[in-house]
């Protein structure tokens, strides 16, 4: 029975580890110069598929004046986030898509940034397409309560998204939020990208 079991575990860590997409991280100065991305960079990784070179990028502007008061004349802060991925081959380049959130004329706390493994791809159905998954919290906030947090996933260019909030300590002994609705896109999908996509979660929504 024990030998069952560990044969099974072998089994499933392998097809975890096939599932993953290896990639290869990319400094600012060493990316090509016809990408091109606004803020800072945040981690960029390349791969090569089909004799082409493909590039992920995230970057983000982070808090910065939006040269507006509130209402009791207070200046106020915008911030924003991006994730591109970009086709490389020779001296052209195509953008594949683009993601593109932001908070502006906050007067209070910004709560902005990638979560979970920030740039993250696997080939869960094996048919050589990636999937990307890119998750991130996106808040202007005056208190702890739960803040709003997505996790979008392409293959192609076709995008799945949950969204909702993230689960924060809201007592000694529980949580709060954590919730999220799905894109009818999930359910058309590969089953294996839904299930994935609810581990992703569950493994990543609570707010340390």
């Not at 706390?109 to 740039?119: E, L, V």
Request: aromatic residues 12%; neutral net charge.
């Amino acid at each position: 029975m024990k030998q069952n079991i560990f044969l099974l575990l072998c089994l499933l860590g392998s097809q975890l580890l096939s599932a993953q997409v290896n990639t290869t991280p990319v400094a600012a100065t060493a990316l090509p110069n016809q990408i091109k991305y606004e803020g800072s960079l945040v981690q960029a990784v390349k791969w090569e598929a089909a004799g082409e070179q493909h590039y992920l990028v995230l970057s983000q502007k982070t808090k910065y004046p939006s040269g507006k008061n509130d209402m009791d004349g207070y200046p106020t802060h915008n911030a924003a986030l991006f994730a591109y991925h970009v086709v490389v081959a020779g001296d052209s380049s195509k953008l594949i898509w683009r993601i593109y959130d932001f908070i502006e004329d906050c007067g209070f706390d910004i709560i902005q940034q990638f979560i979970g493994k920030q740039i993250h791809l696997t080939d869960l159905d094996k048919n050589g397409e990636p999937e990307i998954w890119i998750m991130y919290r996106n808040q202007c906030t005056s208190d702890l309560s739960p803040a709003t947090t997505k996790l979008i996933m392409y293959e192609g260019k076709t995008k799945y998204a949950f969204r909702g909030v993230d689960s924060v300590k809201s007592s000694p002994s529980g949580y709060t939020g954590g919730t999220y609705t799905m894109d009818k896109q999930w359910l058309s999908g590969n089953n294996a990208f839904l299930q994935y996509a609810k581990d992703y979660w569950t493994k990543h929504i609570t707010r340390n």
